[in-house]
T-cell receptor, first 113, second 110 residues
Framework: NAGVMQNPRHLVRRRGQEARLRCSPM?????VYWYRQLPEEGLKFMVY????????ESGMPKERFSAEFPKEGPSILRIQQVVRGDSAAYFC???????????FGPGTRLTVT | RKEVEQDPGPFNVPEGATVAFNCTYS??????FFWYRQDCRKEPKLLMS???SGNEDGRFTAQLNRASQYISLLIRDSKLSDSATYLC???????????FGTGTSLTVIP
């Protein structure tokens, strides 16, 4: 059973470009969470999605950030017009929904130059 | 006030030592509690759940004190492979969001 998969593992973008981060949950998991870890800081919750629904986006910045989890395919975290402060590790986690445990993917390290 | 507070350390201990980490949380309605381990530049991995009755897994013991809103992790007979950052996690909210502490860094020295 493959774990949570994220790609790309490393992403470099220039200021003003768009970044798209993908997450495929573990098989059988229908709940996806996105977290951001800034250098020297803890992980911060961004958004919680189920298939075709955003359940809680209280941790998402109000502008430039969006997330989706379509019926088919991976969950996507999209950052428009990236700025240097967006440089961080973005982790996706999934859960089956019947317990609180979450399982994390290897993360995408975004660098904005 | 932060949701979860941890002493960042670092803790540098010799092999075989016993080390304890502590964590406090602010939301009394928090539902579940975990310790995760994160190696450098890797993803967090579940170490163990934390219950009021205590939870032991080999050399690791976790404890929850709901009255004091306090969580602990005890590692006995430390191994070199225990070197990592230990993350206290509190689950709250309708969506089971994880609230992470900033992590406690442990280095076990030969």
């Amino acid at each position: 059973n493959a774990g949570v998969m994220q790609n790309p593992r490393h992403l470099v973008r220039r200021r003003g470009q768009e970044a798209r981060l993908r997450c495929s949950p573990m098989k059988g998991h229908s709940h996806v969470y996105w977290y951001r870890q800034l250098p020297e800081e803890g992980l911060k919750f961004m958004v919680y999605l189920q298939k075709e629904n955003i359940i809680d986006e209280s941790g998402m910045p109000k502008e430039r950030f969006s997330a989706e989890f379509p019926k088919e395919g991976p969950s996507i975290l999209r950052i428009q017009q990236v700025v240097r402060g967006d440089s961080a590790a973005y982790f996706c986690a999934s859960s089956p929904g019947y317990g609180p445990e979450q399982y994390f993917g290897p993360g995408t390290r975004l660098t904005v130059t | 006030r932060k949701e979860v507070e941890q002493d960042p350390g670092p803790f540098n201990v010799p092999e075989g030592a016993t080390v304890a980490f502590n964590c406090t949380y602010s939301n009394s309605a928090s539902q579940s509690f975990f310790w995760y381990r994160q190696d450098c530049r890797k993803e967090p991995k579940l170490l163990m759940s934390v219950y009021s009755s205590g939870n032991e897994d080999g050399r690791f013991t976790a404890q929850l004190n709901r009255a004091s809103q306090y969580i602990s992790l005890l590692i006995r007979d430390s191994k070199l492979s225990d070197s990592a950052t230990y993350l206290c996690v509190v689950v709250a909210g309708t969506g089971n969001q994880f609230y992470f502490g900033t992590g406690t860094s442990l280095t076990v020295i030969p």
